[in-house]
T-cell receptor, first 114, second 111 residues
Framework: GDSVTQMEGPVTLSEEAFLTINCTYT??????LFWYVQYPGEGLQLLLK?????DKGSNKGFEATYRKETTSFHLEKGSVQVSDSAVYFC?????????????FGTGTSLTVIP | EPEVTQTPSHQVTQMGQEVILRCVPI?????FYWYRQILGQKVEFLVS????????KSEIFDDQFSVERPDGSNFTLKIRSTKLEDSAMYFC?????????FGPGTRLTVL
């Protein structure tokens, strides 16, 4: 079945460091891929998405490229800020499934220190 | 900007009690979902709902769970007899034709 495997955390970085959070997926169809962010005490917010191979999603300095050949959707940011401290979830939605349910990774907690 | 809202933000209940978690999806959305996140674990799909009926449900969504859209705006998740392992964050989501928008969640604590 469909699944998402996400890099284990927690991750601690200094401000302005480069961030990579790895995400790979397994899907039977042609999924859309997402990164969601959960700030402390808040719900899930869509960070970026990509709906087909080679698409690049980007938002707030974060980027991720849909790589079908490696079934990956790694999240990157060139220079993290303290305000980026949150939990990041990789997810997929397989359009072949009724209801388009989401499959989430386990989440990666990021802490950015000044 | 339209958003999904959920009430209450935190619910504490005794084991064996019934709880109803409430969600107000975005008004023109047609598909509705419940997910849960046990502390420290991944977000798991529970159920999807479309056209006033369940379209898909996971193994977690057993007979203790039910969903309802009692009026044109609310979407509820009922747990009939709560167990300790039902303690989790419950997220509601809705969508029209695009991706899902998630609510802020209800933290359910079963004592």
């Amino acid at each position: 079945g469909d699944s998402v495997t996400q890099m284990e955390g927690p991750v601690t970085l200094s401000e302005e460091a480069f961030l990579t959070i790895n995400c790979t997926y397994t899907a039977t169809g042609y999924p859309s891929l997402f990164w969601y962010v959960q700030y402390p005490g808040e719900g899930l917010q869509l960070l970026l998405k990509a709906t087909k191979a080679d698409d690049k999603g980007s938002n707030k300095g974060f980027e991720a490229t849909y790589r079908k050949e490696t079934t990956s959707f790694h999240l990157e940011k060139g220079s993290v800020q303290v305000s980026d401290s949150a939990v990041y979830f990789c997810a997929l939605s397989d359009g072949a499934n009724t209801g388009n349910q989401f499959y989430f990774g386990t989440g990666t907690s990021l802490t950015v220190i000044p | 900007e339209p958003e999904v809202t959920q009430t209450p933000s935190h619910q504490v209940t005794q084991m064996g009690q019934e709880v109803i978690l409430r969600c107000v999806p975005i008004s023109n959305h047609l598909y509705f979902y419940w997910y849960r996140q046990i502390l420290g674990q991944k977000v798991e799909f529970l159920v999807s709902f479309y056209n006033n009926e369940i379209s898909e449900k996971s193994e977690i969504f057993d007979d203790q769970f039910s969903v309802e859209r009692p009026d044109g705006s609310n979407f509820t998740l009922k747990i009939r007899s709560t167990k300790l392992e039902d303690s989790a964050m419950y997220f509601c989501a809705s969508r029209s034709t695009g991706w899902q928008f998630f609510g802020p969640g209800t933290r359910l604590t079963v004592l």
